[in-house]
């Protein structure tokens, strides 16, 4: 199985910034597309952003500009650079990774969340 563990979460001002990071561990072949999904209080969880294992990127259009999602795949991490955060951005911010754990069988996996508390 594989775990995924976030950290990076925390209270700040808006217009200020954060970094959330999702490393994974366990037994895999590799790992094919990690994203960031939240989910505020009262809502349903939503995507934030996703990135493909050909590198390719997607931002959801309220972030668009000021989150950037990267990774970097020797130490299985996946990173969310969060800037001019908005008091909208606050929620519970959960990293999302699909793996191949055997060969050509893909799995999701969940890390279990970390709040970001943006205040105004």
């Known amino acids: 199985q594989v775990q995924l563990v976030e950290s990076g979460g925390g209270l700040v001002q808006a217009g200020g910034s954060l970094r959330l990071s999702c490393a994974a561990s366990?037994?895999?072949?590799?790992?094919?597309?990690m994203g960031w999904y939240r989910q505020a209080p009262g809502k349903q969880r939503e995507l934030v952003a996703n990135m493909t294992s050909g590198n390719g990127t997607h931002h959801v259009n309220s972030v668009k500009g000021r989150f950037t999602i990267s990774r970097d795949n020797a130490k299985n991490t996946v990173y969310l650079q969060m800037n001019r955060l908005k008091p909208e951005d606050t929620a519970v911010y959960y990293c999302n990774a699909v793996a191949t754990i055997m060969p050509e069988k893909l799995f999701t996996f969940w890390g279990q969340g970390t709040q970001v508390t943006v205040s105004s």
């Open positions: 366990g037994s895999f072949f590799s790992i094919n597309t």
